[in-house]
């Protein structure tokens, strides 16, 4: 599980260049440039090195010094995706929602429009606007779901 920690960290590179306005990779997101490096080597990550023809230095490791730090958070993600994959191998039916369900999210349902007064509109799952209204920052109404005219039964 190392390697999906270390995905992990590769992306969260990416993040930290996003937040720091820094163009860390081109060819359309293919080639990992030099600055791409510097923040992966801040979070403890190897590198070739020589950059790949194609992906420059895309392919990073995790360091011995960072599996040392980060041991317990991979063995936490560890635990983590086992859990997962005993929870929702057997669930034939896919009614696990992990842990969304347990604090009333919507766990990604089917988002319908809603609409105020004013005429604004958002898109949410029922289950969600039956719990408390959204109200309207416009109009100070709440969101509705607008009842379908002329439906053919």
């Known amino acids: 599980h190392e390697l999906s920690f270390e995905r992990l960290l590769h992306e969260a590179v990416h993040g930290i260049a996003a937040a720091r306005g820094v163009r860390d990779t081109s060819r359309a997101g293919r080639y990992h440039n030099r600055r791409f490096l510097a923040i992966a080597e801040e979070l403890g990550l190897d590198h070739p090195d020589e950059p790949h023809p194609s992906s420059g230095f895309s392919l990073v490791t995790l360091s011995p010094e960072a599996k040392r730090r980060y041991r317990p958070t991979i063995e936490r993600l560890q635990r983590a995706l086992k ?6 191998s057997a669930d034939t039916g896919r009614s696990f929602r992990g842990p969304a ?8 349902g089917v988002r319908v429009k809603a609409v105020c007064d004013c005429g604004r509109n958002v898109r949410v799952v029922p289950s969600v606007l039956a719990q408390a209204p959204i109200v ?9 779901i607008p009842e379908v005219v002329g439906a053919a039964g």
Do not use: D, L, Q, V
């Open 101 to 108: 369900a347990r604090h009333g999210s919507s766990g990604g």
């Open 83 to 88: 859990a997962h994959t005993a929870a929702t």
């Open 136 to 144: 309207c920052g416009g109009c100070g109404k709440p969101f509705r």
